[in-house]
């Protein structure tokens, strides 16, 4: 079964550092986002991304938040300069196509900001 | 604006026992849909049921069953005879009908005692 795969499955950083967390999506797919789970808290939408460009963004994805596909399979997230409030598991998704198709989620990967 | 209400934090069972899930929704929207995702200890997110705004029918797979009320914004979620490996986090979630900007709920911790 086709599955969302995300990389690192867990990092620690220290405060003020960049990080890259990335995902693959299924291949097929069109539509891809970033959700955030602060530990203990519900699953927030950080951004969706289709055709090159983010169609929409939640107030958390801020100027420190980016995503990129930079070559086609990969679809990352980037972090500028964690803060300690930037803890938390991020989850990748990614679906075929408007109005079908299901929600296809990562495993996750955690960022711990120390 | 989206809001999904779960309003049990938490439920304990013995094992073999029916456990229902309560969500209640609120939308300006007339077409979205709804979804249940169980997270287990692991962390991951498990897509359990999609559900769009204009079908009403009820639904069985397997053990699970789901009972979408429009008249009462309510999509409960109910496990008959429950297992130890259901014990997880099940969270309800409603999107847009044309964009999977999830909003999810706060979710409720099923915890299945043997």
């Known amino acids: 079964e086709p599955e969302v795969t995300q990389t690192p499955s867990h990092q620690v950083t220290q405060m003020g550092q960049e990080v890259i967390l990335r995902c693959v999506p299924i291949s097929n797919h069109l539509y891809f986002y970033w959700y955030r789970q602060i530990l203990g808290q519900k699953v927030e939408f950080l951004v969706s991304?289709?055709?090159?460009?983010?169609?929409?963004k939640s107030e958390i994805f801020d100027d420190q938040f980016s995503v990129e596909r930079p070559d086609g399979s990969n679809f990352t997230l980037k972090i500028r300069s964690t803060k300690l409030e930037d803890s938390a598991m991020y989850f990748c998704?990614?679906?075929?196509?408007?109005?079908?198709?299901?929600?296809?989620f990562g495993e996750g990967s955690r960022l711990t900001v120390l | 604006a989206q809001k999904v209400t779960q309003a049990q934090t938490e439920i304990s069972v013995v094992e073999k026992e029916d456990v229902t899930l309560d969500c209640v929704y609120e939308?300006?929207?007339?077409?979205?849909?709804l979804f249940w995702y169980k997270q287990p200890p692991s962390g991951e997110l498990v897509f359990l049921i999609r559900r769009n705004s204009f079908d009403e029918q009820n639904e069985i797979s397997g053990r699970y069953s789901w009972n979408f009320q429009k008249s009462t914004s309510s999509f409960n979620f109910t496990i008959t005879a429950s297992q130890v490996v259901d014990s997880a986090v099940y969270f309800c979630?409603?999107?847009?009908?044309?964009?999977?900007?999830?909003?999810f709920g706060a979710g409720t911790t099923v915890t299945v005692r043997a």
């Open positions: 991304f289709y055709n090159n460009e983010i169609s929409e």
């Open positions: 939308t300006r929207d007339t077409t979205y849909y």
């Open positions: 998704a990614s679906r075929d196509r408007v109005n079908s198709g299901e929600l296809f």
């Open positions: 979630a409603l999107s847009e009908y044309s964009d999977y900007k999830l909003s």
